[in-house]
């Protein structure tokens, strides 16, 4: 009789299970240089890119609604017409929005995170069979969460090694962060570095119709939902796009920046930007933490960037410039998804 009852309950979990939560991949199409929806080149380097914006299209790659849980997929083809070994690395790839901000990419972790539930059900399940059950459930969410993850990171563009003629394509997330306002362009930053010398080559490519909803802000929730606009940068918006020679010089004040294991602060900070080459280039000293950079000062169609490493992990970053006066402002995100603002004086 034990037994029976033992069987039948292990039945019941059985056939409940099977209706619970599970995870099913999906397969995307192996993108075509001349089916891609946008393409851009920098001499023998070439980057392409079809965003995955519509919810049919994301769960049937990824089985879920990545739009809904603020996730950006956009799927990159990387091309090498070169003679020279290059590198690609999604943490050296960004999305810079309207308005100047910029937006690292995020890892396959961090997207299949998204999608990580609470105890609820697990505790359910232990109220309705008891330690069995809740075991059961435990496992199940354990395997979907495994099965999530492992497709994830077999989609993901991570790091490529292009050899002459070569190829590779995968996806790159992006997860704006909280007060984000809605965007439908943007421009996807590309770093190619040459593995010989180092040296580093940008193709930035123009994209649209990639209908981001925007997200709130942790203090305007109630703004945000009326549907209002919330400015990622709001310390910007008095401030003008700077003319690039008018950066030229020293700068002093702060950076503020997230600190290990603790809430912004404060750094004092010096900013130089010089000429070199006939180039604009920026370097920027740091007091009381890893957050020293140096870059090439760029100019394109979104204003004035800071773009370069920051920090001694050499992290992609982009700082979008202001000017009001001899105050210049500049935000960046990074490629750990931090935020990091400068606020600084020219000196005389």
Same mark, same amino acid.
């Given at each position: ?17 099977? %209706? ?5 991949? @999906? ?15 920098? %001499?023998?380097?070439?980057? %392409? ?22 996730? &950006? ?16 690395? /999604? ?14 990419? !995020?890892?396959?972790?961090?997207? *299949?995170? +998204? ?21 059961? *459930? /435990? ?13 994830? +990171? ?9 050899? $002459?003629?070569? /190829? ?10 909280? @007060? ?46 009326? %549907? !209002? ?38 750094? $004092? ?19 009381? @933490? ?29 700082? *979008?410039?202001?000017? !009001?006066?001899?105050? &210049?402002? !500049? ?18």
């Amino acid at each position: 009789m034990i037994a029976r009852r033992a069987l039948a309950l292990v039945l019941a979990m059985s056939l409940a299970l099977s %209706g619970c939560a599970s995870y099913t991949a @999906g397969a995307a199409l192996v993108p075509k240089q001349e089916a891609m929806p946008a393409w851009a080149s920098a %001499g023998v380097l070439g980057v %392409g890119a079809d965003p995955y914006v519509t919810k049919e299209r994301v769960k049937s790659v990824f089985d879920g609604d990545l739009v809904e849980e603020g996730v &950006l997929a956009i799927q990159v083809l990387v091309r090498n017409n070169g003679e020279r070994r290059a590198l690609v690395r /999604s943490s050296d790839i960004t999305l810079a929005l309207p308005g100047g901000s910029q937006i690292g990419s !995020a890892g396959a972790t961090a997207v *299949a995170a +998204r999608f990580e539930q609470g105890v609820g059900d697990v505790v359910g399940w232990g109220i309705a069979f008891g330690v069995i059950g809740m075991l059961a *459930a /435990s496992a199940n969410k354990d395997s979907v969460r495994s099965a999530r993850l492992a497709d994830y +990171r077999s989609k993901e563009l991570a790091e490529a090694f292009l050899g $002459p003629g070569e /190829s590779a394509h995968g996806f790159v997330f992006f997860i704006p962060p909280q @007060g984000t306002p809605a965007f439908s362009e943007a421009v996807l930053t590309v770093h190619f570095v040459d593995v010989k010398d180092g040296s580093r080559e940008v193709v930035r490519l123009p994209l649209r119709s990639l209908e981001f909803k925007g997200t709130k802000a942790k203090d305007e929730p109630v703004a945000a939902a009326r %549907g !209002a606009q919330v400015s990622s940068t709001p310390e910007l918006t008095t401030a003008t796009r700077p003319d690039p020679a008018a950066l030229v010089g020293t700068w002093t004040g702060t950076l503020r920046a997230r600190a290990p294991l603790g809430s912004p602060a404060n750094y $004092p900070a010096a900013l130089r930007v010089y000429e070199e080459q006939g180039h604009l280039r920026w370097s920027l000293d740091v007091q009381g @933490g890893d957050f020293d950079g140096k870059g090439e000062v760029v100019r394109s169609e979104q204003g004035i960037a800071l773009s370069g490493a920051l920090g001694r992990r050499a992290l992609s970053i982009s700082y *979008a410039v202001t000017m !009001a006066e001899s105050t &210049l402002q !500049a935000t960046g995100i990074g490629a750990d998804n931090e935020r990091y603002s400068l606020t600084m004086q020219k000196q005389r």
